[in-house]
């Protein structure tokens, strides 16, 4: 490949690296500088040479030369870095700058930056998504913020997950913008990637890998069956009664479950729904060429069992919005269950029969004043029941309704059912009975969503007396877990 030469690649990136470093606060206050070089050495495995008092861009040279010569160093730099300062602009610029510095080492020191005017020139969201997706054979989900254009994504793909003697990630990538630029009228910019994806396939032997993935690259692959699912857990403040910490996952792999983390934010209870409906629309834009359903998952703690999660708005200041059930199959699961470890075996045991003999599972109908002690003992000696529907609604300030509960998460049962003002109606009880027919409980979630649809069509005039518009379902799958936000719930935004 023409260009710059090894040596000069990897001298004007640790260059870059430099000039952004010299930018971090951390670095030019001595203590926090420290506290980085102790975090880094050991993380590195290997003693760092302090930075000292003197000009700081020749230590600076020496440090980033001392994380380059050991495997994962520049990533452990900006890692560490990101302990310190979070996602600061300086942590951004250098995940840009490590990519590329990954990018060259896969392509055994190649000039790339002759490949950078065309791929900027690909600047779509979610086309660059959706291209990553083919690239990867959908083992890249999602993109990092930074992957804002055709090169960033391309540089961030190199090195990426392949199978044995398949074309890498990074070359898929470059002939699907290839044939992207065709589409947008510039083919000579097109026909530029082409020759350096041909003249790199040569040089690896990657000839017939070429041929065999721009025979099948052209083929979108078959809609997944497999739902995405959004994920929101609001866990309590704590201290203050009246706020929560809220985070989300998003999970769209047809391949398996690898949730993605998003931010933590601590809001009043007040401002939550506000904030889901942000979060829903920004999912959504990342999701544009997600065909697969999606599922809202809410992860609540007892005291927001009664929020009605199902009926809370997106597009709410649009003027016309729409309830969350109009367009999602909505769930509620348990935070404390999630949180409590000891609980889970029980979990794992009854959600096995629901999963592989459905058909033998039953619902289990709580009756008004049954001791919940007794009550336990009963879920917990018949393994079949994997449903439990209610006597009083959960969340309120009824001690019945929170023991009963409280015996559903430790007798493990996945499934709970209620009324959100009423268990006792007449109305919900015939509900339910359709809901949880005898012949078993593999329907469970489509007759609900049948009885949700009916009160959605009488409209916002009538649906309140509708009792598809107040009934719950805690429906907790034990092998669908979220990966734990992180360390005191960082990074928090307020």
Known sequence: MEGRNPARVRNELMAGVVDVLQRSPTLRHPTSAELLMTMLGEELGTPLEPLGSGALRPSLLRLVESCARVPDGMPCLVRCLGHVEERSATVLALERLVDEWEAVDFFDGADLHPLRPDLMELRSPATLTAMARRASRSRTQELPVWCDSGWAVFLRLAGGN??????????AFLSLAADQLVEDGRREAAERLRRWNRAQARAWNLEDQMAEWQLDGVTEPAASLMPAYLMIQFEPDGVDPDRYYLSHWRQSDAEGWHPIPGETVHLHRDDLPAKVDTLIEQTEERWSDLRQPVVLE?????????????????????????????????????????RRAAWHRPWHNKWRQYKERPADTHSYWNRPGHSHFHLERELKEDEQAVCLVLSEPPGTDSGAGRQEYLAGLRAGVPAMIWHRGDCSDPAFKEAVADIVQDRGLAGLLERTARWRKDALAMGPEGWDNHVGRHLAILFDDPERKPEPPGPAHAPVKP
Do not use: C
């Open 162 to 171: 392949s199978a044995a003697r398949e074309l890498p990630v990074s070359m």
């Open 298 to 338: 809410f992860i609540l703690p007892w005291e927001l069992l009664g929020e009605p999660v199902e009926w809370w708005h997106k597009e709410a200041d649009s003027g016309s919005p729409t309830p969350l059930v109009m367009d999602y199959t909505v769930l509620v699961r348990s935070f404390e269950r999630l």
